[in-house]
């Protein structure tokens, strides 16, 4: 299980700090075109293991892999734990994300947004969605937000782990932090994402005692492509 000592006076100090922050950067207006907007965007699609066609089944695929969302088991600890209230709903939620890289830690606050809970119609084909995002608040090494959704396609019963991100460096006072950052943020936000499909797609796999699936897709139906995009 993800980190969440609330034990520790001073993750519970700072975690309700966040409680009081706003975000570090205005969210785009919906139709703004991000990457013209100076916005890096990454999309990442992984094959979990696959369903029956039909809606989610009881304890299959789809349902281990919300589970996982819900509790952050996604992210490889190794490089971020979470620390946030049991109790407090999803949506609305503040999360401590205590980072490790460079051989330094860092405290990244974060706020959940909207909890997406539906079934979608993409090109003839009815998909089941379930999922979250988080956007960065004050403090914050980056500004944006990252989406994490699984989806299920309910024709053919495959199963999907995605995530949707758009982000920039966000204002580092510290010159040194600040340097790090530039030469070195970019390829460990990469490799978190990446860690996270790879992860995800292994639990869900354990928990069903099947196989796990291959690595992200290089296209998949209803995502523009997938791995990741440098603007211009």
Same mark, same amino acid.
């Given at each position: ?45 992984? !094959?979990?293991?696959?369903?029956? !066609?039909?809606? !989610? ?7 281990? +892999?919300?589970?996982?969302?819900? +509790? ?9 734990? +979470? ?150």
């Amino acid at each position: 299980m993800p980190e969440r000592p609330l034990g520790d006076d001073r993750a519970r100090a700072a975690l309700l700090a966040l409680h009081q922050k706003g975000l570090n950067f205005d969210p785009p207006a919906d139709g703004v075109d991000l990457e013209a907007s100076g916005w890096r965007l990454d999309d990442y699609c992984q !094959p979990l293991p696959p369903e029956p !066609p039909g809606v !989610p089944v009881a304890d299959g695929s789809w349902e281990q +892999a919300r589970r996982l969302m819900l +509790a952050y088991e996604f992210a490889d600890p190794d490089i971020i734990r +979470a620390v946030y209230e049991d109790d407090s709903p999803l949506e609305g939620r503040d999360m401590l994300l205590k980072a490790r890289f460079w051989g330094l830690s860092f405290d990244l606050g974060v706020r959940v947004g909207a909890v997406v809970d539906e079934t979608r119609e993409l090109g003839g084909r009815g998909v089941r969605v379930w999922g979250w995002g988080y956007r960065t608040l004050q403090g914050h090494l980056e500004a944006g937000q990252m989406d994490y959704e699984v989806w299920k396609w309910l024709d053919s019963g495959e199963v999907e782990f995605r995530i949707h991100a758009y982000s920039r460096p966000a204002s580092i006072p510290n010159p040194v932090v600040r340097l790090g950052f530039r030469l070195f943020g970019r390829r460990e936000q990469l490799k978190f994402a990446r860690r996270a499909c790879e992860r995800m797609a292994r639990l869900t796999a354990e928990e069903l005692g099947t196989p796990a699936p291959g690595p992200p897709v290089e296209r998949a139906a209803g995502s523009i492509t997938v791995g990741t995009r440098e603007p211009g």
